[in-house]
């Protein structure tokens, strides 16, 4: 009989540079949308539509954590995020994953790096996604507004919950017919 496997505990290892590659092209596509908003947008002006309903660009700013925690801590919280992202990074080279939690710990370590490229740079993070349904979500528990965000805060969410998931969640082995 066989047992099922565990998408986080597969037997199959990645290449060495699979993580490395999941991370540079989310780390990249998060510095480049903050570059794009820094030189496109503006703080206090309106939302523009992106995708109606769905989808709106606002420039914001964030000197602590998830939901303005730890305001005023930026520095701090980007040595940290430096510190974590880089360390998953070295875990995942060192001991190679199942692709499945290579791809995730390379999201999380992607996004921990992109915003801590930008508190150290510039003592504050970027944010700039605005999406109008997670705000219905969030006011409709009584906690106002969903926080706009980046890629990078999407990146450690996701793969957050992805890692989380993956936890419970089994491969089951195909019936023989």
């Known amino acids: 009989m066989l047992r099922g496997v565990s998408l986080l505990n597969g037997r199959r ?6 993580p490395v590659l999941i991370f540079a092209a989310l780390l990249a596509a998060d510095q480049l949308l903050k570059a794009w908003a820094l030189t496109t947008l503006s703080q206090g002006q309106p939302p523009i539509v992106a995708v109606p309903g769905v989808l709106e660009w606002v420039l914001t700013f964030n000197t602590g954590a998830a939901w ?26 060192w001991r190679p994953q199942p692709a499945f939690t290579s791809v995730v710990f390379g ?10 490229i930008d508190g150290l740079r510039f003592g ?18 009584g906690q106002g507004d969903f926080p706009i ?25 195909k019936r023989a017919l």
């Open 124 to 141: 504050r993070v970027t944010d700039m996604i605005h999406a109008p349904p997670l705000s219905a979500v969030t006011r409709a528990i």
């Open 68 to 93: 303005s925690m730890f305001s005023g801590s930026a520095t701090p919280l980007a040595v940290g995020r430096l510190l974590v992202g880089i360390g998953l990074l070295a875990y995942l080279l």
């Open 149 to 173: 965000f980046n890629i990078a805060d999407s990146c450690v969410v996701v793969g957050t919950i992805l890692l989380v998931i993956g936890t419970f969640v089994s491969e089951r082995p």
């Open 107 to 116: 999201m999380i370590a992607a996004g921990a790096v992109g915003n801590a």
């Open 13 to 18: 290892r990645t290449l060495p540079w699979f």
